[in-house]
């Protein structure tokens, strides 16, 4: 993760940077909290809260029963679904942390996110990411036709396409979400933001590994597009509705189409902090 600092706003909770089971609990008693109060205030959604939230004994447990009702169908049954998600996110701690850290980037960098429930229950990008995250590991499983039918159902309600071999990393906000799309061989590093409609595609030119390689910290604009084997070093900002087939080093700012570095490319300007986590779309335009 690149250096930089980042306040969080004070009316957002504050959950420890390092994720861990004490980490978890506190979040999870939050979201309770948080759902007791909104069925409190709000009858018409206390039966939801509690099916969704309340009578879960545990944050991937709730989170698997939401999953299984948003991605089931009438062959693909939420019972079925619940069972796969729970045992896998109860199976690898790994994937709980990241759960974590994204609840916290969206309730830290979205303004718009009024809670950590509202977060699990409704923002679909976060929905979509923890849903890629056991597409993922099914792949990685050999569970292939699995995984793949996995990814069909998480494009057609979600609107949102990540190849189940995608490498995701943890800290990621996708902002809004519709219209996103991932190849296969591309990856994410940690602590990203990425906006709707961006692309990290594949030039059609190649096979083999053919998509974006994208560093920690990394801000992508909406309606971006990044094509082919190219590399988005850490604390990079990708500009809305720029194309980009070019590497794009640390901390620089890549703008237009076909993209640019801000500054020029022989002494490209830096950015000053951490875009990924600041979500500052627009420090350039003064450059």
Not at 63 to 68: M, T, V
Not at 136 to 154: E, F, G, T, V, Y
Not at 172 to 201: K, P, Q, Y
Not at 219 to 231: D, F, M, Q, Y
Request: aromatic letters at 6%; hydrophobic letters at 40%; glycine letters at 10%.
């Amino acid at each position: 993760m690149p250096g930089g600092e980042f306040n969080v706003p004070p009316s957002v909770p504050q959950l420890p940077a390092e994720t861990n089971a004490n980490d978890e609990a506190w979040l999870w008693a939050q979201i309770k909290a948080e759902a007791r109060r909104d069925a409190d205030s709000e009858p018409a959604l206390a039966s939801y809260l509690y099916s969704t939230i309340l009578s879960h004994s545990s944050l991937e447990r709730s989170l698997s029963f939401h999953l299984g009702n948003k991605l089931c169908s009438s062959t693909l049954l939420s019972t079925l679904l619940y069972d796969l998600f729970l045992n896998i996110l109860s199976s690898d701690s790994s994937l709980l942390a990241a759960v974590v850290a994204d609840l916290r980037a969206a309730r830290v960098r979205d303004p718009a996110c009024v809670s950590f429930s509202h977060c699990l229950l409704n923002y679909k990008g976060f929905l979509a990411c923890q849903s890629h995250r056991v597409a993922h590991k099914l792949w990685n499983q050999d569970r292939r036709p699995l995984a793949l039918a996995l990814h069909s159902r998480i494009s057609d309600v979600f609107a949102v396409d990540i190849h189940p071999a995608a490498r995701i990393g943890k800290g990621i906000l996708f902002d809004h979400a519709t219209g996103v799309v991932i190849g296969e061989t591309a990856t994410i590093g940690d602590n990203c933001s990425i906006l709707h409609h961006v692309t990290l595609g594949g030039t059609g030119k190649a096979g083999g590994d053919r998509h974006p390689k994208v560093g920690d910290g990394v801000l992508i604009g909406a309606g971006a597009t990044i094509l082919g084997n190219v590399r988005i070093g850490d604390g990079a900002k990708i500009g809305a509705g720029s194309v980009v087939l070019i590497d794009v080093p640390p901390r620089t700012t890549a703008v237009g189409n076909p993209a640019r570095l801000v500054g020029g490319k022989e002494k490209p300007s830096q950015n000053a902090d951490v875009p990924g986590e600041s979500m500052d779309h627009t420090s350039f335009i003064s450059e």
